[in-house]
Nanobody, 121 residues
Framework: QVQLVESGGGLVQAGGSLRLSCAPS????????MGWYRQVPGKQRDVVAA???????NYADSVKGRFFISRDNAKNTVYLQMNSLNPEDTAVYYC???????????????WGQGTQVTVSS
């Protein structure tokens, strides 16, 4: 069973940067729309950034100009570059993607297991 695997989370001081990565754990046929979400305890999971298969991007207002989403189709990987981090960015960050396992298979939506990002003041 292919899963999305995130990496790059951790503890950083306010003003610092982190880069998150997300890739499938096994072989896939293609990636389509992808995104990063975040969630803090007791609140809903919110979209942070999204990127389509033709590289159109969208961002939550709270991260515009600080976070940047990108993808490398050759590596089946999506990235989230996070700059000028502040304590309000502390959350578990989740990768989300539409994937096809085979050429004629259905496109399905997948979630990663999440990676913790903690920003200290």
């Amino acid at each position: 069973q292919v899963q999305l695997v995130e990496s790059g989370g951790g503890l950083v001081q306010a003003g610092g940067s982190l880069r998150l990565s997300c890739a499938p754990s096994g072989r896939i046929f293609s990636m389509h729309d992808m995104g990063w979400y975040r969630q803090v305890p007791g609140k809903q999971r919110d979209v942070v950034a999204a990127i389509t298969s033709d590289n159109n991007t969208n961002y939550a207002d709270s991260v515009k100009g600080r976070f940047f989403i990108s993808r490398d189709n050759a590596k089946n990987t999506v990235y989230l570059q996070m700059n000028s981090l502040n304590p309000e960015d502390t959350a578990v960050y989740y990768c989300n993607a539409d994937l096809k396992m085979t050429r004629y298979g259905l496109r399905r939506n997948y979630w990663g297991q999440g990676t913790q990002v903690t920003v200290s003041s």
